[in-house]
């Protein structure tokens, strides 16, 4: 079983699911298309998708590298991390944008770690 694989696949679905989440809000507070701000708190579910998507350009392709370099049970777990900071910041930022700093940690120091992963991986192959 490759678990970098379905940290990935779940990473994806996770965007999508906050996706559907966003049109729920849009339905429920009266925001229709292509608006992209209403009321406050479908503007709040609206920045975590947006935000989860921006993160998502960096998570991915390091996870994906770092994999190469490194256990596949380690850069998973390193990947789970991320996925659990996502929903926390998500309702962090739902409840209190200015509370999102936990979620926002356990989503970008993985993206880091996998990042420096990456690099260090990439670096070091190469070198030998």
């Known amino acids: 079983?490759?678990?970098?694989?379905?940290?990935?696949?779940?990473?994806v679905l996770q965007f999508f699911f906050f996706g559907i989440l966003v049109g729920?809000?849009?339905?429920?507070?009266?925001?229709?298309?292509?608006a992209t701000a209403g009321h406050?708190?479908?503007d709040r579910a609206f920045r975590v998708h947006m935000n989860t998507l921006e993160q998502l350009v960096?998570?991915?392709?390091?996870l994906l590298i770092a994999a190469v370099y490194w256990p596949d049970a380690i850069v998973a777990g390193v990947g789970a991390v991320y996925l659990v900071g996502r929903f926390v910041y998500r309702r962090a930022y739902l409840a209190d944008p200015g509370?999102?700093?936990?979620?926002?940690?356990?989503?970008?120091?993985?993206?880091?770690?996998?990042?420096a992963a990456a690099v260090f991986g990439a670096v070091t192959r190469h070198a030998s």
């Open 1 to 11: 079983m490759n678990y970098v694989h379905i940290v990935a696949v779940l990473a």
């Open 24 to 34: 729920r809000a849009r339905a429920s507070y009266g925001v229709k298309a292509p």
């Open 40 to 42: 406050e708190l479908f």
């Open 58 to 62: 960096g998570f991915l392709p390091a």
């Open 99 to 115: 509370r999102r700093q936990v979620g926002f940690l356990l989503t970008v120091l993985p993206i880091f770690a996998l990042l």
